[in-house]
């Protein structure tokens, strides 16, 4: 079984940074994409950038130029530095890694238990 823990969230002022850590653990022969989706309160969960195990990476229109996804693939570790925060980036983040935990099987997305981020104006 692969366990994701995740740190980093809190409260900020508009125009402020930060640092989203999420650190897979337990089981793990593979990981494939990794990423970050958001929660607001009363909307659906979008996606916010993605890694993919080549290195490509996409954003959210809405987070482009300003967030940056990074992974430390001998960690298990994908981060997501966030910059000039906007209090529409309210939300949960939760984060995901795409895995196996034995060869044989097919890859399984596994999620983090989600980190409040709080931008005030």
């Known amino acids: 079984q692969v366990q994701l823990v995740e740190s980093g969230g809190g409260l900020v002022q508009a125009g402020g940074s930060l640092r989203l850590s999420c650190a897979a653990s337990?089981?793990?022969?593979?990981?494939?994409?990794v990423g970050w989706y958001r929660q607001a309160p009363g909307k659906q969960r979008e996606l916010v950038a993605r890694a993919t195990s080549s290195g490509r990476t996409n954003y959210a229109d809405s987070v482009k130029g300003r967030f940056t996804i990074s992974r430390d693939n001998a960690k298990n570790t994908v981060y997501l530095q966030m910059n000039s925060l906007k209090p529409e980036d309210t939300a949960v983040y939760y984060c995901?890694?795409?895995?196996?935990?034995?060869?044989?099987?097919?890859?399984?997305?596994?999620w983090g238990q989600g980190t409040q981020v709080t931008v005030s104006s």
């Open positions: 337990g089981r793990i022969v593979s990981i494939n994409d």
């Open positions: 995901y890694h795409r895995a196996k935990d034995q060869w044989w099987r097919d890859y399984s997305d596994y």
